[in-house]
């Protein structure tokens, strides 16, 4: 059970266009969902929490009209990233907290985006 | 405010040999602990937990990891290490309440690399 699907796995766009990644729980309803960026070598940066119906919580320094969440649904979240640039290459990785184990994460595999 | 510490960004170890991961942590709130691993290009998945039940902790694929409060540790340990433990490990810590429940901050990781 727990498990947490995100795609795509693997994307390369083009400088100023926008990216859109999907987070979606499969076999649980997700009250609270987080996006995270993960430079080489480094640890995972917590960059927004996302509620269900509500507007996303960004953490101090990333940009909310830059990386565009979504939570429509209890199984769903989705991260864009708009207009794209070079600097926004990075492993974008989503985790889903359920209402029943609500201290624990459930972590996607992760999306390695490449902008040229 | 939390943070994790992880002592030492590379530990080697033989096959056969125990395993110790060092993980120090500071909460201004009683913490929830977990010890992640990462294979590379994959997602985050749960090792184990401590959420203020037993302070001696047993998780995933022979791995355990001790909450001791005096010294603001939560190390892993495995007694006999297989090659199929070679991967990156992280330590995250969260708040059992207040504004960082829920919420996990991670340390920098550890690569663990096992030498037949």
């Known amino acids: 059970g727990a498990v947490v699907s995100q795609h795509p796995s693997w994307v390369i766009c083009k400088s100023g266009t926008s990216v859109k990644i999907e987070c979606r729980s499969l076999?649980?309803?997700?009250?609270?969902m987080f996006w995270y960026r993960q430079f080489p070598k480094q640890s995972l940066m917590l960059m927004a929490t996302s509620n269900e119906g509500s507007k996303a919580t960004y953490e101090q320094g990333v940009e909310k009209d830059k990386f565009l969440i979504n939570h429509a649904s209890l199984t769903l979240s989705t991260l864009t990233v708009t207009s794209a640039h070079p600097e926004d290459s990075s492993f974008y990785i989503c985790?889903?907290?359920?209402?029943?184990?609500?201290?624990?994460?459930?972590f996607g595999a992760g999306t390695r985006l490449s902008v040229l | 405010a939390q943070s994790v510490t992880q002592l030492g960004s590379h530990v080697s170890v033989s096959e056969g040999a125990l395993v110790l991961l060092r993980c120090n942590y500071s909460s201004s709130v009683p913490p929830y602990l977990f010890w992640y691993v990462q294979y590379p290009n994959q997602g985050l998945q749960l090792l184990l937990k401590y959420t203020s039940a037993a302070t001696l902790v047993k998780g995933i694929n022979g791995f355990e990891a001790e909450f001791k409060k005096s010294e603001t540790s939560f190390h892993l340990t495995k007694p006999s290490a297989h090659m199929s433990d070679a991967a990156e490990y992280f330590c995250?810590?969260?708040?059992?309440?207040?504004?960082?429940?829920?919420?996990?901050?991670f340390g920098q990781g550890t690569i663990l690399t096992v030498h037949p």
């Open positions: 985790s889903a907290q359920g209402q029943v184990a609500k201290n624990i994460q459930y």
């Open positions: 995250a810590v969260s708040g059992a309440g207040g504004t960082s429940y829920g919420k996990l901050t």
């Open positions: 076999d649980f309803q997700a009250t609270t």
